[in-house]
């Protein structure tokens, strides 16, 4: 069996040296000793599999020191060793996530003892389903969750290959609603850093004087309302992948402070000087042509040769031929997955609809399209009449109908809202959208309760 590293963070020897000793007992523990928190920071690299710290440290607080081994690594199990028996304090500092409270008493050791045996068997329990996963063959298969037959859509799935089989940076281009996170869920979930964190940003919907801290974290009193340390989107996706959607929307000031990051393969917080390294795989999603942003002079050639990697295009739906359908059947089953209701039929007329238009939104809009359509659908079929969009092209609505996607996305959030009894929440779980987003629309008067 495998030794099991564990650091005891204790400032007074003589009691550090008895835990020490005791844990010493059982033969496959790998016991190192720190008498301050910032020791054990400067020794995490050595990737210890459980860490037991007392409380009152002279340079930092317990809470402090449990703060940042999370901000590092959050696998690594943390024990609270404290002479205070405040309920209060344990309470919080279990809520931050120490795996257990010991207060020191005659019985600490026969308390850490057997904390240790239980964290250690959890452990070895989540290894053991994770072991079975991987021998279950359970894969992301990106053949089943990219839906399409079409000869676009396959040409996309070797370069998808090719993408899973390196740890090369990948750039995807296409317009705006054709599914990039889609696609970079299926790189990451098919690639060796699948068992890590995948962490998606996107850049357009974030104020430019919070990009800097919402990637690259922040230390506290870094600024007004930095009311303690947090950890940036580069640290949250430590080993996995980092996705930054829409990152042609970032300013040149912000540009080059991602081509450090990128570059550098290191972050530093806002409000700090000590450099955090940084292993991600990164992923970049634009609706906008790069290169000739590049000589507008509007994003810095450096960085753009830096994150253009292996690039994808992804095609448009009006490009897919009839995977308009096979995803309108797709998204007809989710549905009724989802509502619990019977599967719709599409009628003939709803097809020959479906394939005359010209799809501006793309996959995103279909989806839309049709969730409203299973909600005005009388009897077991979608017909013609039940599909309701808008034709973005020389302004002039299409022919069927004079509404546009912002006009069927306030329908169908009504509907929910009054089917599940005005309860915002419960609205916008169904829908998977953010609550915010039916507050900001009901403050603005666009829908009504």
Partial sequence: ???????????????????KHHLGMNPDYDLEWFATGEALLNN??????????????????????LQEIQARNKQIPVIIISAQEAINVAVDLLKAGAKDYI?????TKEHLWKSIIQIRENISLRQEVEDLKEQLGQKFHFENTIIGQSTAIQKTFSLLQKAINSNI???????????????AKAIHFNSDRKKKTFVAVNMSAIPNELVESELFGHEKGAFTGATGTKIG???????????????????????????????????????????????????????????????????????????????????PLRQRDNDVIILSKH????????????????????????????????????????????????????KAQDLTFYQISDTKPYSDDEKSLKDFEIEIITHYIQKYDNNVVQAAEKLQIAKSKIYNMLKRGEIKI
Avoid at 103 to 107: G, L, N, Q, R, V
């Fill in 331 to 382: 998204f007809i089953e989710a549905y009724a997955k989802s509502n619990k209701t019977p599967v719709l039929q599409l009628h003939e007329s709803a097809k020959i609809k479906l394939r005359k238009y010209t799809w501006p939104g793309n996959v995103r809009e279909l989806k839309a399209v049709i969730d409203l359509a299973c909600v005005m659908a009388d009897g077991h079929e979608i």
């Fill in 103 to 107: 207060i020191k008493d005659e019985h």
């Fill in 1 to 19: 069996m495998a030794s099991f590293k564990i650091f005891i963070v204790e400032d007074d020897q003589w009691y550090g040296q008895i835990l």
């Fill in 233 to 315: 989107k580069f640290e949250e996706a430590q080993g996995g992948t980092l996705f930054l959607d829409e990152i042609g929307e970032l300013n040149l000031t912000l540009q080059s402070k991602l081509l450090r990051a990128v570059q550098e393969r290191e972050i530093v917080r806002v409000g700090a000087n000590k450099p955090i390294k940084v292993d991600i795989r990164l992923i970049t999603a634009t609706h906008k042509n790069l290169a000739e942003e590049v000589k507008a002079g509007r994003f810095r050639e450096d960085l753009f040769f830096r994150i253009v990697g292996l690039p994808i295009e992804l095609p």
């Fill in 44 to 65: 995490l690299y050595k990737k210890p599999d459980l860490v037991c710290v007392d409380f009152g440290l002279p340079d930092m607080s317990g809470g402090k020191l």
């Fill in 169 to 183: 940076n990948v750039s995807l281009t296409g317009e705006t609603g054709t599914g990039k996170e889609v696609y």
